[in-house]
């Protein structure tokens, strides 16, 4: 193996080391930006999740009760069906027309999937 000689005046390995560490402080700010900008996301995300589950939360029910009111865009269970409520309405039975629409779960998942992903 061959050795390197390196000539180097005090001043000069002393410049060195000052840029190296000025090297690390540069990449620990970025790594550390880097951080921040994932937990941010991460923070984001599960705001998002929450906001989610809230809305869902609201506006959603077991089973269609005719004693419940159902607002606009309220969601129920009906006869193996789900139903999304075009207006508000009580004690009116889910049935495709003015009141409800019946509703593919998939294509709905979908649909408040790609709201979810526009916010």
């Known amino acids: ?3 390197r000689v390196i000539n180097l005046t005090l001043e000069e390995l002393v410049t060195k080391v000052k840029s190296l560490e000025e090297q690390v402080i540069k990449l620990a700010a970025r790594q550390s930006n880097r951080s921040a900008d994932a937990d941010s996301g991460i923070s984001e995300a599960k705001a998002k999740t929450e906001e989610v589950k809230r809305e869902s939360e609201s506006n959603m029910s077991d ?23 075009n207006f ?4 009116v039975e889910p049935k495709e027309g003015t009141y409800w629409s019946k509703r593919n779960i998939v294509s709905e998942l979908n649909r408040l999937n790609k709201l979810i992903k526009e916010k």
């Open 88 to 91: 508000d309405s009580l004690g």
């Open 1 to 3: 193996m061959k050795r």
């Open 63 to 85: 089973g269609w009760n005719a004693n419940t009111l159902y607002h606009k865009d309220d969601y129920c269970l009906y006869n193996n069906a789900l139903w999304i409520a």
